[in-house]
């Protein structure tokens, strides 16, 4: 079973940049079909947001952040990143990663979330 840590999470101004983490520990993603970044803004369900073919490299965004975000992955560190520049105060919200399973095509691990919020 994966454990998956966000972070990078903060107060930013609208038009700044933040990069957020999502180390693995207890297996690596290459065990996994799929990473996404997603986030829930209060009252709202949680959106898609990102997602990365960690073989392949293959990427996938919302209409909402293409050309403003960036996922990438670093295999020597285990690690998925999202790259958010020209943030807006509607980017704010709790920033999730999760892992696709293999079996299931399905998201089936999350971590705790890492919350950003974009002042105006």
């Known amino acids: 079973q994966v454990q998956l840590v966000e972070s990078g999470g903060g107060l930013v101004q609208a038009g700044g940049s933040l990069r957020l983490s999502c180390a693995a520990s207890?297996?690596?993603?290459?065990?996994?079909?799929?990473v996404g970044w997603f986030r829930q803004a209060p009252g709202k369900e949680r959106d898609f947001v990102a997602s990365?073919?960690?073989?392949?490299?293959?990427?996938y965004y919302a209409d909402s952040v293409k050309g403003r975000f960036t996922i990438s992955r670093d295999y020597a560190k285990n690690t998925v990143y999202l790259q958010m520049n020209s943030l807006k105060p509607e980017d704010t919200a709790v920033y999730y990663c999760?892992?696709?399973?293999?079996?299931?095509?399905?998201?089936?691990?999350w971590g705790q979330g890492t919350q950003v919020t974009v002042s105006s």
């Open positions: 999760a892992t696709m399973s293999t079996q299931t095509s399905e998201y089936s691990y």
């Open positions: 207890g297996r690596t993603f290459s065990n996994y079909v799929m």
């Open positions: 990365i073919r960690w073989s392949g490299g293959n990427t």
